[in-house]
């Protein structure tokens, strides 16, 4: 992630002894629905990551009702300098979505959310995946002075999963339901399943 200095501030913050509590609550929330993760699990580091951008980005602290960032956003207001206040307020903005790789175009990965069907260009820099056209991934898009960057947490589908989610995005759109981040982690539970059992096919544990 680019500025990953600026993120890993606010996550010492916000992981503190004062939140501890809160994380715990995110950390059973996050496990009943995206699956608990194992440290034999191939993509362990990654889907800590995961779990600790959604606590970070999206996930509402009951007693106050702000997410984390905003929370730091807030009380921290007068030490956070301009370069980093800018920084947070793309993350405020971040896109978590479902994507499926387009092509690329010079230093630029051409992406398409398949829940908006939005194309973003996100710059390649920082960052340490080889993209392949026709790649489905999870994944949080925030822009930036001008451009659009990943965060540091992916989730690839295989693209035999990619009719059903396709599908499954276009019946929650055609029912006006706009929040998806509840089947985005269903899907990274059944990602997990198919990751540990590789001799099934994508389709059976998809549906």
């Given amino acids: 992630m680019i500025h990953q200095e600026y993120f890993n501030k606010l996550v010492n913050v916000m992981t503190s002894e004062t939140y501890l509590e809160d994380v715990k ?19 362990f580091e990654m889907r800590m990551t995961s779990f600790l951008e959604w606590y970070i980005l999206a996930h509402p ?24 206040r800018e920084f947070f307020s793309g993350l405020v903005n971040t896109i978590h979505s479902i994507f499926e790789v387009k092509g690329q175009k010079k230093e630029f990965l051409k992406i398409r959310d398949l829940f908006s069907m939005e194309n ?8 340490n995946h080889n993209f392949r056209k026709g790649d489905i991934l999870e994944a949080k898009v925030f822009p930036f002075k001008g451009k659009y960057f990943f965060s540091n947490a992916f989730c690839f589908h295989p693209k ?48």
């Fill in 160 to 207: 035999k999963a990619g009719k059903f989610i396709s599908g499954e995005l276009k019946k929650m759109k055609k029912n006006n339901n706009p929040d998806i981040s509840d089947f985005i982690l269903k899907l990274s539970y059944m990602n997990l399943k198919w990751e540990r059992a590789r001799g099934i096919d994508a389709k059976e544990i998809y549906r």
């Fill in 25 to 43: 609550k995110a950390r059973a929330e996050y496990i009943k629905i995206a699956g608990e993760v194992f440290e034999d699990d191939k993509s």
């Fill in 61 to 84: 602290i009951n007693t106050i009702n702000k997410t984390p960032l905003k929370i730091y956003l807030d009380e921290y207001t007068s030490s956070i300098k301009d370069e980093e």
């Fill in 120 to 127: 973003y260009l996100v710059s390649e820099n920082n960052i």
